[in-house]
């Protein structure tokens, strides 16, 4: 039994540590096992799947501004030579995503509640960072390895026990916790990471950055009344926590935007 132990956590040691790059616009060290050459074919694929099923704005206004918008930022982000494409999706939904490889989308009801262009320049900055920094492989691989981990432990549980009631309540605990303590505060992590990086592209493309603080007071507003998930069951930090925290780098943008503004 001892054996099987050493030899699980031997075997996810060894994938943590080769898997575990260093990003060259943060420094940080991140877990991604896919490559970065699949990206591209993974965006790609997903964007495909989109178009198939869901109600794609090609022209007009509405679309041409966060085409233009997106491509000024995508142009002076760390990675301009992705296939960069920035659609919007007629749903009334307040969203916007990004998918590796630089596929980005916003829904109508996001572009319509935020039309000023720095605001708007907001939200996309935030997605081409996303997209520049990896989250998106970055989060399917911690998942993967998840899942892994929850499988292994399955395997050491069943081992000393017999009653399939026991196995059973050890994987749902496993599987929670990872969720919990693992994956949910590495999401707000990565979204806080994209609101910085996010904010420096837009500011370095022109656009005001003290947008950005207004884009999370509105959402804060937004929210209000509707209530929501306590912050440490959310894949996403607090307007609050999102709003100080740009706050206290405004001058550092702000820079960043005198500079192109010269």
Not at 142 to 161: E, F, H, K
Not at 167 to 192: I, Y
Request: net charge negative.
């Amino acid at each position: 039994m001892r054996a099987l132990k050493l030899s699980m956590v031997s075997i996810l040691l060894f994938a943590t540590a080769a898997c575990v790059t260093t990003n060259e616009v943060t420094g940080r060290n991140q877990f991604i096992m896919i490559p970065a050459s699949q990206d591209a074919a993974l965006g790609l694929e997903a964007m495909t799947k989109v178009r198939e099923t869901a109600p794609i704005v090609e022209t007009g206004p509405l679309a041409e501004k966060i085409k233009r918008i997106g491509d000024r930022i995508a142009a002076i982000s760390d990675r301009p030579e992705l296939d960069w494409e920035f659609v919007l999706i007629d749903e009334p939904v307040l969203n916007a995503w990004a998918l590796p490889g630089g596929k980005v989308a916003v829904y109508k009801k996001m572009a319509e509640a935020f039309e000023d262009e720095a605001e708007l320049a907001a939200i996309l900055g935030h997605e081409v960072s996303h997209a520049v920094l990896r989250h998106g492989a970055e989060q399917v691989s911690r998942g993967q390895m998840q899942n892994i981990a929850v499988a292994g432990l399955g395997v050491i549980v069943g081992s000393t026990t017999d009653d399939p009631e026991i196995a059973q309540a050890a994987l749902v605990l496993g599987s929670v916790a990872a969720a919990g303590f693992v994956q949910m505060p590495h999401s707000r992590s990565m979204e806080l990471e994209a609101d910085d990086i996010g904010t420096l592209y837009m500011a370095r493309a022109g656009y005001d950055p003290r947008a950005a603080v207004r884009v999370w007071q509105k959402m804060k507003q937004m929210k209000e009344g509707q209530g929501g998930q306590p912050t440490f069951l959310s894949t996403h930090p607090s307007d609050d926590k999102r709003i100080d925290r740009l706050q206290a780098k405004m001058d550092v943008y702000l820079a960043e935007y005198r500079k192109a503004r010269r």
